[in-house]
C-alpha cells in the first residue's frame, strides 16, 4: 500500500539537496509510466509471480491495485489514508480478471484520471512510479530509474525524511545527487553512500536495514531507521 502525503520538499528539515531535478510535467510523466507498466506486465511470463517489495501480492494483483486506484479515484472513492481495506478491495474485484482485461480497463480509465488529475493535483503519479519499480523488482526486469517523475517523488519523500532529534543526522550521497546538512556533508555524523537509485528506493521504504546500514560510511544508522520507514516497515530481505 502506497500512503501518499504531499508537504513542501525539504520543509521544516535543516538541509539541502544537490543535483538536477528536470522540469517535470506530472500528467505527461503518468503517462509515460502508465504506459511502461503496460508493457511491462504484457510481457511478464507469469504475473502469478510474488512481489518481494509488497510481499502479499503477486504481479497480477500488484496491477489489479495500480488499475483499481485509477477507478476509485475517478468514482470519488479514495480514503484519505488508502486503507487496506480499500486497497485489497481494489484485488479482490479484479482476482479474476487476465491481465488483458486488467490492461483494458487501465487504458479506459486513462482519460478521466488525466483530467481528474488536471482539476485535483498529480496524487497518482506517486503510485504508479513507485509501483512500476516494484513490478520491475518481481520480473528482474530494471528500466526507468532515471526518469523526471522519479525524481520528483523522491524530492517528495526526502522532504518528509522525519529524524529523531532536531539536530543533523544523516547525510544521503549518490551519484549525482545528495541530501545533505546545509554545513556540508561533514556536518553529518551518519554518512550513507549508494547509487542514486538504491538511495531514491530507500526513502520508500524498499530497501531492508541491512542494505541501508551495508551502506554507511560513517556513523550509527540504527537510531534513524524508522525515517526511512515512511511506507511501511523495512522489508526483512535485500530488495
Do not use: Y
Not at 480509465?109 to 498529480?122: E, I, Q
Not at 506517486?126 to 520480473?139: K, S, Y
Request: with cysteine; aromatic share 6%.
Amino acid at each position: 500500500m502506497l500512503v501518499d502525503v504531499h508537504p513542501p520538499v525539504g520543509a521544516g528539515h535543516p538541509f539541502s539537496t544537490c543535483g538536477s531535478l528536470p522540469v517535470m510535467d506530472p500528467i505527461a510523466e503518468w503517462t509515460h509510466a502508465h504506459e511502461r507498466v503496460i508493457e511491462l506486465v504484457s510481457a511478464a511470463p507469469d504475473p502469478s509471480v510474488r512481489v518481494p517489495a509488497c510481499p502479499d501480492w503477486t504481479v497480477r494483483d500488484l496491477f489489479s491495485h495500480m488499475v483499481g486506484l485509477g477507478a476509485d479515484v475517478v468514482a470519488g472513492d479514495e480514503p484519505d489514508d488508502h486503507n487496506e481495506r480499500w486497497t485489497a478491495a481494489q484485488v479482490a474485484t479484479r482476482r479474476d480478471r487476465t491481465v488483458a482485461e486488467l490492461v483494458a480497463e487501465w487504458r479506459a480509465v486513462a482519460d478521466p484520471l488525466r483530467g481528474w488529475m488536471r482539476d485535483h493535483g498529480p496524487r497518482p503519479l506517486a503510485d504508479v512510479i513507485i509501483h512500476e519499480q516494484d513490478l520491475r523488482g518481481a520480473l528482474g526486469v530494471p528500466g526507468a530509474q532515471d526518469t523526471p517523475g522519479l525524481h520528483a517523488i523522491r524530492e517528495r519523500f526526502v522532504g518528509r525524511l522525519t529524524l529523531p532529534t532536531d539536530e543533523p543526522s544523516v547525510a544521503l550521497v549518490g551519484d549525482t545527487w545528495s541530501w545533505t546538512p546545509v554545513g556540508g556533508v561533514d556536518d553529518a555524523p551518519v554518512l550513507l553512500r549508494a547509487s542514486d537509485f538504491d538511495l531514491t528506493r530507500a526513502l520508500m521504504s524498499r530497501r531492508s536495514a541491512a542494505q541501508l546500514k551495508s551502506w554507511t560510511e560513517r556513523g550509527d544508522l540504527t537510531p534513524h531507521l524508522s525515517a526511512f520507514t515512511s511506507l511501511g516497515p523495512l522489508p526483512d530481505t535485500d530488495l
